[in-house]
Antibody, heavy 117, light 107 residues
Framework: EVQLLESGGGLVLPGGSLRLSCAVS????????MVWVRQAPGKGLEWVSV????????YYADSVRGRFTISRDTSKNMLYLEMNGLRAEDTAVYYC??????????WGQGTLVTVSS | SFVLTQSPSVSVAPGKTATITCGGH??????VSWYQQKPGQAPVLVIY???DRPSGIPERFSGSNSGNTATLTISRVEAGDEADYYC??????????FGPGTTVTVL
């Protein structure tokens, strides 16, 4: 059974940093690209970032490029999202998801990030 | 970049058919996926590659895609189908693009 479990969310001051983690199991991690998607309170889904299976290729939404860094540790079956220069508009539930081929076939339960003073 | 449009809401009586559309320029030339999201829960994939269903998704859920419109159809609607539904495509310039979502209300 595929499982994804996010952690690391919380309350952070504007301009602060946070690192989200996603522990995965139930599939061959290194074979699949992994994605971060976020959802602001009461809003729709927004793609944030994707990393290739081998980790060499990363892409970001314009809204986070230069501030967020996606990475993965295949030895630990872990996906990460390092977030710097956080803004109020980054407040959202952040989901990690497995890429099934340009779509997300499995999602974690999400972790809430709140950026506020 | 690819822009997707969806009607904000759809209301349907139990047992009837719900039709949810996703508009985009020449969306028929790409593959569309659909996600169901119930309040307080993570999204769940219900349709991929326009009309394929993941294991565990009822046959009542079907999809099609042509021209400028993709469609998610829910037949014999049940109370448990009440949720937000999002379409999504992959675009080489925008990567993953989501529609704004449609709220399905079961009357």
């Amino acid at each position: 059974e595929v499982q994804l479990l996010e952690s690391g969310g919380g309350l952070v001051l504007p301009g602060g940093s946070l690192r989200l983690s996603c522990a995965v199991s139930g599939f061959t991690f290194r074979t699949y690209a992994m994605v971060w998607v976020r959802q602001a309170p009461g809003k729709g889904l927004e793609w944030v970032s994707v990393i290739s299976g081998h980790g060499d290729d990363t892409y970001y939404a314009d809204s986070v490029r230069g501030r967020f860094t996606i990475s993965r540790d295949t030895s630990k079956n872990m996906l990460y999202l390092e977030m710097n220069g956080l803004r109020a508009e980054d407040t959202a539930v952040y989901y990690c998801a497995k890429d099934g081929g340009q779509y997300m076939d499995h999602w974690g339960q999400g972790t809430l990030v709140t950026v506020s003073s | 970049s690819f822009v997707l449009t969806q009607s904000p809401s759809v209301s349907v009586a139990p047992g009837k058919t719900a039709t949810i559309t996703c508009g985009g320029h020449r969306i028929g030339s790409t593959s569309v996926s659909w996600y169901q999201q119930k309040p307080g829960q993570a999204p769940v994939l219900v349709i991929y590659f326009d009309g394929d269903r993941p294991s565990g998704i009822p046959e009542r859920f079907s999809g099609s895609n042509s021209g400028n419109t993709a469609t998610l159809t829910i037949s014999r609607v049940e109370a448990g189908d009440e949720a937000d539904y999002y379409c999504q495509v992959w675009d080489s310039t925008s990567d993953y693009v989501f529609g704004p979502g449609t709220t399905v209300t079961v009357l």
